[in-house]
């Protein structure tokens, strides 16, 4: 039996986390399953019109030779200055939604009738029973904006709710050198490679390549939320954050043993652009709703969506645990969502053990801080690459909530904060602030054969 306390102190110079030090079981699988993918498409009606399906058991790329050395220093001012991770990487992006869409939740008796004589057209009509939900997707009338037709449909449909299918991205950043894996930056290397068998991690991201040698094996299920006749999107951003969820120990993995569900929200759009929408975002919280996990991580960045929010407040009141990256947009002005929703955990990045990464957005509703510069992960098609971003600090709170909740301790986001708030190193002024919240994680867990 593998024993799992949820969390204990770390070194002599962390504070003590006598509170929630209480254990838990964690049983042992006999043999791994291979990680398994499937593809949705799905017709106008929103019906499953294909699911292909393949288990990965091939070889892949072999490990780093050696973890790097703990004492590397991460901090660096000499940085890459390439903005290459896709969507949500660029520092001051503008607001954006997919074209000639407008999603529409719950809506009235004879909507859809009144709403094709009035010119637009249903894309998409899905019944989302774990989350309550009835969604629609619909084209625009020609020459019609997006902003234009929400403001008539408002007025047609009081009561209704109407918003832009806007469009999210991974929160990435600029790259330092140095790299360091993130049980290395986390303190976490005697963690037992078969910790946290009993938990179930979500994610909602990009693809994951599960043929690399980080992840395969690994108890990893994926499913892709593409739109009928869009290509998946790529795995660049979602490998790296599943390596850090629940990657072999010896690529850094947090939690090896968990089980992880990743949801692809992202596709290829008709300009060869990835792009993630919010329509594909509350499907993908509606898959993992049925799931049972612990946790969802959602590095992702975009703006303020109405039906997304109805979305994560029925997963908050329901018991699921949801942790966001608070951007990479480096303002306080504009706030990155679903971070800034009360019922997500908002989490920031550190550059090395004290300073605030500077293209970290800041604010009130930040929660938490986690390594998130130069930490050293898979990369698609084998061997790994540094990343940095607050969506790279994401993964630490994720499996904290995970353990919390596995164990019985939390079931809430407004929980959790009280919760960890009494287990951080406070950074930045005495308290909370809007750089770094209630402080960085200063916990591990602590898993017994």
Request: glycine share 10%.
């Amino acid at each position: 039996m593998n024993a799992t306390h949820p969390w204990l102190p770390r070194a002599a110079h962390f504070a003590p986390l006598t509170a929630i030090a209480l254990s838990c079981a964690l049983f042992l699988a006999p043999s791994f399953a291979f990680a398994q993918s499937k593809v949705l498409q799905y017709d106008n009606k929103g019906r499953v019109i294909s699911a292909d399906e393949y288990k990965n058991n091939s070889d892949a790329n072999p490990p780093p030779s050696q973890e790097l050395d703990a004492s590397q220093d991460v901090t660096s001012p000499d940085w890459d200055m390439d903005f290459g991770d896709g969507p949500g990487s660029d520092p001051k992006p503008k607001p954006e939604y997919e074209p000639d869409e407008v999603l529409v939740m719950d809506p009235s008796e004879g909507f859809e009738g009144r709403v094709t004589a009035m010119g637009f057209r249903v894309l998409e009509n899905l019944t989302m029973e774990s989350l309550d939900i009835r969604m629609l997707r619909l084209s625009t009338p020609k020459g019609v904006s997006v902003p234009d037709a929400i403001q008539h449909l408002s007025r047609e449909f009081p009561g209704v709710t109407f918003d832009a299918n806007t469009r999210f991205g991974p929160s990435a950043g600029p790259r330092a050198k140095n790299p360091r894996t993130a049980r290395i930056l986390a303190g976490w290397q005697g963690i037992s490679p078969t910790c946290g068998k009993s938990i179930r991690l979500g994610m909602i991201d990009s693809g994951v390549d599960l043929t690399h040698a980080a992840l395969k094996g690994q108890r990893i299920t994926h499913l892709a939320f593409a739109k009928s006749g869009r290509e998946p999107g790529n795995s660049k951003h979602g490998t790296a954050i599943a390596n850090m969820l629940v990657g072999k120990a010896e690529w850094g993995g947090l939690l090896p043993g968990a089980r992880l569900y990743s949801a692809n929200m992202f596709e290829i759009n008709e300009d060869d652009q990835m792009v993630g929408s919010a329509a594909a975002l509350v499907k993908s919280m509606e898959w993992l709703s049925t799931l049972n996990v612990d946790a969802v991580n959602l590095s992702i960045a975009g703006d303020d969506n109405k039906l997304v929010r109805r979305a994560l407040d029925i997963a908050d009141r329901s018991g699921l645990l949801l942790v966001a990256s608070v951007g990479s947009w480096g303002n306080s002005s504009r706030r990155a969502y679903p971070a800034s929703y009360s019922e997500v955990i908002a989490v920031t990045a550190m550059k090395g053990k004290k300073l605030a990464y500077k293209y970290a957005n800041t604010g009130p509703h930040i929660d938490f801080a986690a390594p998130g510069a130069g930490i050293w992960a898979a990369a698609p098609g084998g061997g790994g690459t540094l990343h940095y971003g607050t969506s790279f600090a994401v993964p630490y709170i994720t499996v904290t909530a995970a353990i919390l909740k596995n164990a019985g301790r939390t079931k809430s986001a407004r929980a959790f904060r009280k919760l960890l708030s009494r287990a951080v190193k406070d950074l930045g002024k005495p308290g909370r602030d809007d750089v770094f919240g209630y402080g960085a994680l200063n916990v591990r867990p602590a898993c017994k054969n």
